[in-house]
């Protein structure tokens, strides 16, 4: 028995199916191999998966990962394969390795927001600078709903902004994980109502740790 | 997918339901096909995506090597009022090309209060939504499902009805289409050349006149339509098609999970049960290719959960045999089985303990009635001894909730039969109170639900009034006032929208032009209690002058000619008259396995039936 970390991609219309779609889909996806999968012992035997860092409902991910675990002689190319072969169209296995970080690990990820040709790139630089954009989220305490503002840049984000010949790229990192968690998403949000900046597409290219990229 | 699509998508709740691309959905070239066909279901994706006869008529046309079957779902208020706002016609999930580029359009009618929806669906697809105004060939628009057996309220919109079981009506009605859209022909002759296909009805083609008093004088065929339809009959269970794939989807959906059925009519004959009689005769399929076709489908969508359908589980005549078969493969792929509507009390107990369902989920008696005097009128053969027997023994095992269901408003129903739910309720309270090793400190919870009955065409019911809606309220209150314990809840249906469903179960063409204007009125979703609206739909039968009661509150004569008689689907009518009667005296009728009842289904198939052939 022994645990496989699955790295992967989430693109095209898969962006649109939330974090527990994907669990599911991913948890029937191995059902559909036979890649001899470790089942939990309870009451209800369940395969065994566990995700790195959940994906917003909206955004591509180019570098997710996942670990399972595996019972028997199977090799990590093999799990790679077999799981390809099932996989529908928009989720597909990069590689697969024994876990080296734990997922704790997670402080930052890097994201690409695209945003159309006419977007002001001056003005979006000075929005990121100025150390405030803020957000009001939901959440829950003690059981009940709360709405609770929360200041997206509070930590001035490393970025870089190209020009491209279909629009404008920001390639940003924000911190992620369980400590302290910037939503993408909800940065893109407030950028369109407070600002009418509007990115088309977000995608997810990398999860960081405070060593360097998540292995 | 389009940019300006997905750009809406994330502005919407549960995009997942509009984006399509779930493993097992099949994606063709269009050029390779000759036939387009896109099977819309009138509700939402969480309810459309667990019906399983959605998935064998998709499985099956995508079958053939000429024809591409997609899928299409009614969007929900948010997504609707997007779409309309970008002018984003009704699209198909798997091309996401607009429904007018279809050859045919086809909708199953699961329940009436969907008939707003079917509308809602052409219009959103830039459609007009009568029948006479769409003069081409393409898009034909289809229908079939339960609710075709009274098909004349959806007369004026749909072009042809398919009548019965779908499997091979269907097959034949494509080769029909391919062969006139080779030819380049018009509409009318095809819809004329399809009437002569067994199971398949063309409204437009018969003439409906009525008396002074606004009852059926006569329906008379045009041209070569035959003057009475049979519904198709599928025979031979054993070999018809079963898919080996299901659409698997993402998001949650009701029934998630892979299913099979067992067979197909039911032996009770319970008399308000419409399924009951128009999936008759009974048909069964073998253990061995239930287990086999089964296993296929597990491995190919990744299913942990097998669920056997059919009208009544036990009913089954190999049931032990077939489970036994199940699990020889079911328990090493840790696969659950569910077996919904089983009786638990004739039943092999250490097989039992082996199929999850059974472990997981709560008892539930369908009780129906609240006294044994109504549950004869009803010919529902479970008895209260039964139910406290079953009771006992469930709370023995350490269960403290148990379900009941019972309908209100039911033929020669009092308000003694309204106290027996109450009543019958408390007894169940009242065992677990004497269950000697009763889990300590537990309360038990008993939960009464309460429906309306709504008289249905082809059951021993069709003649009989439904309750009024005054009627429905008063006997609520007399069943809320009647339970004294807090240890039974009860739950009851809304009484406006049974009187709706049960005006548009025994309507007739008139009521066309009435679920046109509510659906002008804004009503959509009819059968969802926040979307229903009684005033709006009591305001558009005013409209077009017609009187509901005069659908559901009015005792039919035998001899009045329902809209309904020109449909046959195999029960003769003589035999739901005979059960009326009976029912009056509340005589009960035998299960056809005990004593075959003559109800005459096995005339549209061969004069089989498998109820009979055994023992």
Known sequence: ???????????????????????????????????????????????????????????????????????????????????????????????????????????????????????????????????????????????????????????????????????????????????????????AQALERQHGIAAFLIRRVQLLTDHGIFK | MKKELEKLLLSVQKPAAYAGGEPGSVIKAREDVDLRFAFCFPDTYEIGMSHLGMKILYSLINSRKDAWCERVFAPADDMESAMRERQIPLYALESG???????????????????????????????????????????????????????EPMADFIDLFMLGDGEEVMMELLDLYKA???????????????????GVYVPSLYDVSYHEDGTLRAVTPLKTAPPVVNKRNVSDLEHVFYPTDFVVPYTE??????VHEIFRGCVRGCRFCQAGFIYRPVREKSPQTISRQSRLLCEATGYDELSLCS?????????????????????PMKINIALPSLRIDNFDRELLEKLSSVRKSGLTFAAEAGTQRLRDVINKNITEEEILRTSRS???????????????????????????????????????????????????????????FVPKPFTPFQWEPQATEEELIEKQKLLRESITTRKVQLSCHHPEISALEGVMARGDRRLGQ??????????????????????????????????????????????????????????????????????????????????????????????????????
């Open chain 2, 514 to 615: 009435v679920i046109e204007q509510a659906w002008k009125n804004g009503c959509r979703f009819d059968s969802w209690e926040n979307h229903f609206s009684a005033g709006t739909w009591r305001d558009s039968f005013a409209q077009c002058g017609i009187s509901p009661a005069f659908y559901a509150n009015r005792r039919r004569a035998y001899d009045e000619i329902l809209p309904w008689d020109h449909l046959n689907y195999g029960i003769r009518k003589s035999f739901l008259q005979r059960e009326a009667e009976k029912a009056k005296n509340a005589e009960t009728t035998p299960q056809c396995r005990v004593r075959c009842a003559g109800c005459g289904a096995d005339s549209l198939n061969g004069g089989h039936c498998d109820a009979r052939r055994k023992d």
């Open chain 1, 1 to 187: 028995m022994r645990d496989v970390r699955i790295k992967f991609s989430k693109t095209g219309r898969l962006r649109f199916i939330s974090h527990l779609d994907l669990s599911r889909t991913m948890l029937r996806a191995l059902r559909r191999t036979d890649i001899p999968i470790w089942y939990t012992e309870g009451f209800n035997p369940h395969p065994y998966a566990a995700f790195a860092l959940p994906l917003p409902l909206g955004a591509e991910s180019e570098n997710d990962g996942m670990d399972i675990r595996v019972t028997g002689d199977i090799k990590n190319a093999a799990v790679m394969e077999k799981l390809n072969a099932v996989l529908p169209e928009g989720l597909h296995v990069t590689e697969c390795y024994n876990p080296i970080d734990k997922f704790g690990a997670i402080t930052a990820a890097e994201y690409l927001f695209f945003f159309e040709k006419e977007t002001d790139g001056d003005q979006l630089a000075s929005i990121l600078q100025s150390g405030s954009l803020l957000c009001e989220k939901s959440g829950k305490a003690h059981g009940r709903k709360v709405i609770k503002t929360v200041n997206l840049l509070e930590k001035i984000p490393s970025y870089t902004l190209t020009k491209q010949d279909d629009g404008l790229l920001l390639r940003i990192t924000l911190p992620a994980g369980s400590k302290n968690n910037v939503n993408p998403m909800l940065l």
């Open chain 2, 97 to 151: 090309d607009p429904l007018s580029d279809f050859d045919i359009i086809g909708f199953t009618l699961m329940y009436e209060l969907s008939y707003t929806n079917v509308l809602n669906m052409l219009d959103l697809a830039g459609l007009p939504v009568r029948a006479k105004d769409r003069p081409a060939l393409s898009p034909l628009i289809v229908a079939g499902g339960p609710c075709a057996c009274n098909a």
């Open chain 2, 311 to 331: 009208l009544s589980s036990s009913d089954y005549s190999r049931l032990k045999e077939l489970l036994e078969e199940l699990l020889s493969w079911t328990e």
């Open chain 2, 180 to 198: 006139w859209k080779k030819k380049g022909g018009d509409k009318a002759s095809f819809l004329e050349a399809a009437s002569h296909i067994e």
């Open chain 2, 253 to 258: 959906v009701v029934f998630d999970r892979a």
């Open chain 2, 394 to 452: 469930a709370f023995e095992g350490g269960r403290t909730a148990v379900k009941l269901y019972f309908m209100l408003g039911l033929p020669t129903e009092t308000e003694e039969d309204v106290r027996g739910i109450a009543a019958l309720a408390q007894k169940v309270v009242d065992e677990f109170y004497h269950n000697p090793n009763k889990p300590r400190g537990k309360s038990v919870q008993v939960s009464v639900s309460a429906s309306n």
